[in-house]
Structure formats: structure tokens, C-alpha cells
């Protein structure tokens, strides 16, 4: 069932709207061949709330309507037409399909925004350690499937203490979140920045071979100068970049070679860029 509703995920709003109709369709079928049998008011919700989920407020009204007109079409069929018909049948019928699809997109709504905010870092509006671990993981999953090699970078930035310490908290704000997009600027369409702890950044570059990841950074390494120059920021950046042509395990290795190839360069002359061809090891 999940398999089915990560797929539902991928697809357009209207491949979502032509399956949910076609099912709909399909229910208005069985509906006039055994309608006056059995009711199967209930298994329409299953439609009308994928169309209201995967595809638009919209689309769930307008097939919550098509479901309603084959509904009233099936039981003019078998009874005739009838004022209680409208008022016992048709209306409750027509308002609790609309309102499901109505109370499903707004839970939606609701739901993707709290999953959008769970993921965010407050400060800098870039995703943060639970949302990159998360893309992280899907990374390794069709990096693996495909055969794809893909760039981990780790960031850290050196002397930020100082910046806090002498120029407040404020100031040391204002330098992450121009260093969140300063990264965002630099970086590809496809790459993904997080904000992994208080100074610390993490970049994400899909299908990257070494030297990709070196023209990338190249680029980084060049606009955070300027940036930090203009702010009058004294820091430089210590930073690991890892290019796996093979696959780690899970996240966690892939995070900790990223982090010590940042740690070793921190721990040695500082304000440079260190990078790394990952192999399994035979």
C-alpha cells in the first residue's frame, strides 16, 4: 500500500485526476448493475480522497460531483424520481462528498506545511539536519539503484566564536543566513544546502563527479570571500568535500567521512577546501 501511494507522489495532479476518474467510472459500473442490491455509497470516499490528496481542491469537488451524478443517475434507474429522494439521498450525498474533499486538501495543506517547517532551519530558511539526512537517504538509495556517484560536502566556519563574542549574536546571525545564500547561489538547481549545526553546513550534490564538485566549490570558496569581505566578517571556511564512487552503508558513513575530511583540514592550516574520492575498500 505504500508502494502505491509513494507512487501516487510522483504523478501529476492530472494522472492522479484520470486514475481517480476512471475509478469513479468503474464504481458507477457496478453501482448500476448492483446498486439496488448493495449500496456503495462508502467505496467512492477512496477516490474523491485520493483526487483531494494527490491532486487539487478542485479535482476533489469535481469528482465528488461526477460521483454524486452517477449516483442519482444509478437510482432514477431502479426508483422514480421523487422529492425525499433529493432531500434523503442526493443532498446528504452531495454534501458529504463535497465536504470530504474539501476537509481532505485542508488537512493536506495543513499537513505539508508542518512537514515543510519540520524540515526547515528556522534562521537561515534552508533545510536543516532532519530534512538533508532525509534527502541524504534517498540520495543513497537511487545513487545505488542507478549506479550514480554522487558529492557530500561538510562546512564549518572557522572563528565564528569570535564573531558572537565581540559582535553579538545578531551580527553572528546575519553572517549565517548570508552563508546560506551565499551556498544557494553558488550551488546547482539540483544540489540541496542544510544548516546541520550552529556554524556547520552540509551540501548535497547529486550525480557529481570529483571534478564537478571542484568547479562547484571553486565558485563557493569565491563568492564566500567576497560576502565575508563586505560584511567585514573576519572567518574562513574549513571544508571536506567527498565524492562517493562507491556506496557507504547508510548516512551515518557517509556523514563521517564527510566530517573528518572537514575536521582534518580544520585541524591543520584552516580557510581551505579539502577533497576526497570514496571507494569500498576490497
Known sequence: MNTIFNMLDKRSPKHVW??????????????????????????????????????????????????IALLVSVRTVHTHWS???????VLPCAVSFVALAILITNFRDVHREESTAADTDNLTNISNARGFYVELANELLRSSRYHHTFSLAYMDIDDFK??????GHAEGDKLLMKVASSLQDALRATDLVARIGGDEFACLLPEAQQHEAKAVFTKVRDLLKMQMEQGRWAVTFSVGVVTFESMPVDIKEAMKVADELMYSVKHSEKNNISYQVWRTKI
Request: hydrophobic share 60%.
Open 83 to 89: 422529492a425525499p429522494i433529493f432531500f434523503n439521498y
Open 162 to 167: 569570535q564573531v558572537n563574542d565581540t559582535l
Open 18 to 67: 484520470r486514475l481517480t476518474l476512471a475509478i469513479v467510472l468503474v464504481l458507477g459500473v457496478f453501482s448500476a448493475l448492483i446498486g439496488q442490491y448493495v449500496s456503495l455509497e462508502l467505496f467512492y470516499i477512496f477516490p474523491i480522497t485520493l483526487a483531494s490528496w494527490y491532486g487539487s481542491r478542485k479535482a476533489g469537488i469535481l469528482l465528488a460531483l461526477v460521483a
